[in-house]
Nanobody, 119 residues
Framework: QVQLVESGGGLVQPGGSLRLSCVLSGNIFSLRSMGWYRQAPGKQRDLVAKITGYGSTYYADSVKGRFTISRDNDKNTVYLQMNSLKPEDTAVYSC?????????????WGQGTQVTVSS
């Protein structure tokens, strides 16, 4: 069974930094992409950043230049380095994995981690 476990959220002051981690465990055939989404209260869940199995990256306009997504293939881990955080970055951040398993293509989600940017 594939699982995603996130860590690294918390409370930070505006202008501060946090690094989120997401560890993928379980049997997969191949990894299409992993990404980070966020959902603020009363708003829809939006894609923040994504990295493909080939290493290509995508960022939402609102985080370009401030956030960096990376991965460690040996550890099956994806990271989201968040710098220059703003109050509007406050949200629950969830990790997503788009993978091929022996049962077909699947999407998996982590449990989410709260990021609060406040003074």
């Amino acid at each position: 069974q594939v699982q995603l476990v996130e860590s690294g959220g918390g409370l930070v002051q505006p202008g501060g930094s946090l690094r989120l981690s997401c560890v993928l465990s379980g049997n997969i055939f191949s990894l299409r992409s992993m990404g980070w989404y966020r959902q603020a209260p009363g708003k829809q869940r939006d894609l923040v950043a994504k990295i493909t199995g080939y290493g290509s990256t995508y960022y939402a306009d609102s985080v370009k230049g401030r956030f960096t997504i990376s991965r460690d293939n040996d550890k099956n881990t994806v990271y989201l380095q968040m710098n220059s955080l703003k109050p509007e970055d406050t949200a629950v951040y969830s990790c997503n994995a788009d993978v091929d398993t022996y049962d077909g293509r699947r999407a998996y989600w982590g449990q989410g981690t709260q990021v609060t940017v406040s003074s």
